[in-house]
């Protein structure tokens, strides 16, 4: 099992750029995550489907937008990037929804940049 | 709104020696409890949970422990090795919640 994988791993864009970050999980997991990471602080979510077909905003929302394609992908889209939007980005999944204790497994990150 | 708080930012510790990392939660209604481990240009890794049922589970080298009449957390790492040197996080849930909250995390740094 690979667990989730998220591309890329990097990613450089000018202000105003477009891109989609991917996210896959092969744990058959319900619920999936997106957050951010900044310096210093911890993780805010950004958005979060809790099973396939749903999607709900999280803490930090603005500027984003995701689609939970099916049961096992998860992206995360920036329609016109800004430089506060560099950070480093996580996806998780966890079982929840099948089991009501919600232990997630975190991607290995995208870190963005934006100039 | 409930938060999940640490109480040191940093915390060095000699190698072989037992470290313990704190943790503090607002939510009297949390009543599951996860610390993570996140190494330097790496996602989270679990490392241990524990319900609100029990006072104390243990890992191998790990053991948390949780008082909920203080809403406190712990993380005891037992004879530490540079490989253990990371960004501990501790998240809370409780029952039927989708979200997890997160701590800002210690950076746990291991002195050979």
């Known amino acids: 099992n690979a667990g989730v994988t998220q591309t890329p791993k990097f990613q450089v864009l000018k202000t105003g750029q477009s891109m989609t970050l991917q996210c896959a999980q092969d744990m058959n997991h319900n619920s999936m995550y997106w957050y951010r990471q900044d310096p210093g602080m911890g993780l805010r979510l950004i958005y979060y489907?809790?099973?396939?077909?749903?999607?709900d905003k999280g803490e930090v929302p603005n500027g984003y937008n995701v689609s939970r394609l099916n049961k096992r992908e998860f992206s995360l889209r920036l329609e016109s990037a800004a430089p506060s939007q560099t950070s480093v980005y996580f996806c998780?999944?966890?079982?929840?929804?099948?089991?009501?204790?919600?232990?997630?497994?975190f991607g290995p990150g995208t870190r963005l940049t934006v100039l | 709104g409930e938060s999940v708080g640490l109480h040191l930012p940093t915390l060095s510790v000699q190698e072989g020696d037992n470290s313990i990392i704190n943790c503090a939660y607002s939510?009297?209604?949390?009543?599951?409890f996860i610390w993570y481990k996140q190494e330097s240009g790496k996602g989270p890794q679990f490392i241990i949970d524990i319900r609100s049922n029990m006072d104390k589970r243990q890992g191998q080298r790990v053991t948390v422990l949780l008082n909920k009449t203080v809403k406190h957390l712990s993380l005891q790492i037992a004879a530490t090795q540079p490989g253990d040197s990371a960004v501990y996080f501790c998240?809370?849930?409780?029952?039927?919640?989708?979200?997890?909250?997160f701590g800002t995390g210690t950076r746990l740094t291991i002195i050979p």
């Open positions: 939510n009297s209604a949390s009543d599951y």
């Open positions: 998780a999944s966890s079982e929840w929804g099948s089991s009501s204790y919600n232990e997630q497994f």
């Open positions: 489907s809790a099973s396939e077909g749903t999607t």
């Open positions: 998240a809370e849930n409780n029952f039927g919640n989708e979200k997890l909250t």
